[in-house]
């Protein structure tokens, strides 16, 4: 039978924040990206729902979906979202290699660390 009470190593705390932060800034860029496209198209059809209507209040709607759809556009929260994902799924992995197991180095960690800081660097749009 296996032992199921492995011994495991702490995190460092910095590191670990690291995750935390990555994680917090995946599901704002998650939230924002859903959010924006959501709000932009419920707007462009309220828009275009109130054409024969010349009133100027639904006017605000198209202004509304005008600019939620250039947010979505300028900021790319889906290429920032993919980038917080790939940086994670290196990471975690990482995190928990170092706990389990004795044979893994800090500098692998750090290292893990320094490439998911990379990819997000580069999903950046600018």
């Known amino acids: 039978m296996r032992d199921i009470n492995m011994a ?10 690291e995750c935390l932060l990555w ?14 496209g959501i709000g932009g198209i419920v ?11 010349a ?18 556009f300028q900021l790319s929260p889906s290429k920032r979202v993919m980038g ?8 975690e992995p990482a995190c928990n290699r170092y ?6 180095s800090f500098d692998e960690l750090q290292e893990a660390v320094s490439k998911g800081k990379e990819i997000i660097k580069s999903s950046a749009p600018f």
């Open 8 to 17: 495991s190593r702490q995190i460092p705390a910095e590191i670990e924040s």
């Open 23 to 36: 994680r917090k800034y995946f599901n704002r860029w998650l939230v924002s990206h859903y959010s924006l």
């Open 84 to 91: 917080y994902a790939e940086a994670l799924a290196i990471f």
């Open 99 to 104: 706990k389990y197991n004795p044979a893994v």
């Open 43 to 53: 707007t462009a059809v309220l828009a275009t729902m109130q054409l024969n209507v």
């Open 55 to 72: 009133a100027a209040p639904f006017s605000i709607f198209a202004m509304l979906s005008l600019i939620c759809i250039s947010l979505l």
